[in-house]
Nanobody, 123 residues
Framework: QVQLVESGGGLVQAGGSLRLSCVTS????????MGWFRQPPGLEREFVAA????????RYADSVKGRFTISRDNAKNTVYLQMNSLKPGDTAVYYC????????????????WGQGTQVTVSS
């Protein structure tokens, strides 16, 4: 059973930064393609960023390009999302997702999901 546990969310002012972490267990981490998604209040869940098995490839939603950076540390079974220049529109519950695949996650997500962490950006 793959388990994903997110942390690092919180309340931050516009222009500030946060780093989300997602620790994974139950599978060899380097066999899992990873990504981050978010669900703003009242809206559907949307793709944010994806990273390949060894971090050599990444993809971002247009709305976060140049502000967010996804990375992973296979020795720590952890994927990160560094979020800079945060905007009120980034307010959402952020979810970590994973899939047993060598391909980057699509906008539909993965087989495994974390419980989510709340990010609130005040203006």
């Amino acid at each position: 059973q793959v388990q994903l546990v997110e942390s690092g969310g919180g309340l931050v002012q516009a222009g500030g930064s946060l780093r989300l972490s997602c620790v994974t267990s139950g599978r060899t981490f380097s066999t899992l393609t990873m990504g981050w998604f978010r669900q703003p209040p009242g809206l559907e869940r949307e793709f944010v960023a994806a990273i390949s098995l060894y971090g050599t490839s990444t993809r971002y939603a247009d709305s976060v390009k140049g502000r967010f950076t996804i990375s992973r540390d296979n020795a720590k079974n952890t994927v990160y999302l560094q979020m800079n220049s945060l905007k009120p529109g980034d307010t959402a519950v952020y979810y970590c997702a994973a899939e047993d695949s060598a391909r980057l996650l699509s906008q539909f997500g993965g087989n495994y999901w974390g419980q989510g962490t709340q990010v609130t950006v005040s203006s």
